[in-house]
């Protein structure tokens, strides 16, 4: 079974530009969080989907959106990009529930400069 | 809200000697609990994990995490470190319930564990 995807691997942008990061969950599966990793603040929650649903929502501003699509392929948008958003963004999919165990990706690393 | 305390955010041990990783966590909730390892340029990988039952949990590389709910902790420890298992490990928790904050993994701030030859 293939492993959760994302796409690309790797961004340079610079501040005020916007940026879309993919996500391609296991098959089969239908929730997909997505998580920003930097130094400083660690693991941060930034939503989850569920069949094209935004269930959860962390504490980000309003610039940072996603949608998932109905093959449960899910995007996130960061917009007005500033020098903070340079982070690892993870994406985890699973089948849904609490106890269900959430696979990471590789990660996307955005630098923003 | 759920949080996460990692207290020591860099361990360094000799190969073959025991580690163990401490993890305490603070919940109004019932929560599940994981631990999470990362090696250099990946993504996280599950290392095992306390849902229900017996309270001590291992993972498949000698790892194993004991979950204790009065003192609200879940460290993990393991007997003997090889140099492979360098990395850093996150411990992280999950609301049992379903609602708000539901579905979302709160994470400590993890450990490098370092294992020196």
């Known amino acids: 079974k293939a492993g959760v995807t994302q796409t690309p691997r790797y961004l340079i942008k610079t501040r005020g530009q916007q940026v879309t990061l993919s996500c391609s969950p296991i098959?089969?599966?239908?929730?997909v969080s997505w998580y920003q990793q930097t130094p400083g603040q660690g693991l941060q929650f930034l939503f989850e989907?569920?069949?094209?649903?935004?269930?959860n929502k962390g504490n980000f501003p309003g610039r940072f959106s996603g949608r998932q699509f109905s093959n449960s392929r899910s995007e996130m948008n960061v917009s007005t990009l500033e020098l903070g958003d340079s982070a690892l963004y993870l994406c985890?999919?699973?089948?849904?529930?609490?106890?269900?165990?959430?696979?990471f990706g590789p990660g996307t690393r955005l630098t923003v400069l | 809200a759920q949080s996460v305390t990692q207290l020591d955010s860099q361990v360094p041990v000799f190969e073959e000697a025991p580690v163990e990783l401490r993890c305490n966590y603070s919940?109004?909730?019932?929560?599940?609990l994981f631990w999470y390892v990362q090696y250099p340029n990946q993504g996280l990988q599950l290392l095992l994990k306390?849902?229900?039952?017996?309270?001590l949990v291992e993972s498949i590389n000698g790892f194993e995490a004991e979950f204790n709910k009065s003192q609200t902790s879940f460290h993990l420890r393991k007997p003997s470190v090889h140099i492979s298992d360098t990395a850093e490990y996150f411990c992280?928790?999950?609301?049992?319930?379903?609602?708000?904050?539901?579905?979302?993994?709160?994470f400590g701030k993890g450990t490098k564990l370092s294992v020196i030859p």
């Open positions: 985890a999919s699973s089948l849904g529930g609490e106890r269900n165990e959430q696979f």
């Open positions: 098959s089969g599966h239908r929730s």
């Open positions: 989907y569920f069949s094209e649903t935004q269930r």
């Open positions: 919940s109004s909730v019932s929560v599940y």
């Open positions: 306390y849902l229900s039952g017996s309270t």
């Open positions: 992280a928790v999950i609301p049992v319930y379903s609602g708000a904050g539901s579905y979302q993994l709160t």
